[in-house]
């Protein structure tokens, strides 16, 4: 199985969707709706990063 790339707060979005907040320790938080080409807002911990858990099916 592939790991799912995560992104750092800050970069671009690759695609539109909702991202899931990671915590520094694996813990999983809310999601956050982001458009692609927007940059991925600030996370409420240090060391979290966001991965994309549904992303949009339209274009």
């Known amino acids: ?7 750092k707060p800050g970069q671009i979005a ?3 969707g909702q991202y899931e ?3 520094p320790r694996g813990g999983k938080g809310p ?7 927007e940059p991925l807002p600030p996370t ?3 060391g979290s990063t966001y991965r ?3 992303p949009t099916k339209t274009k």
């Open 52 to 54: 994309l858990t549904d």
């Open 1 to 7: 199985m592939a790991k799912t790339p995560t992104f």
């Open 44 to 46: 409420p911990k240090p």
């Open 31 to 37: 999601e956050r709706t982001v458009t692609r080409g």
């Open 14 to 16: 690759p695609r539109s």
């Open 21 to 23: 907040i990671t915590g």
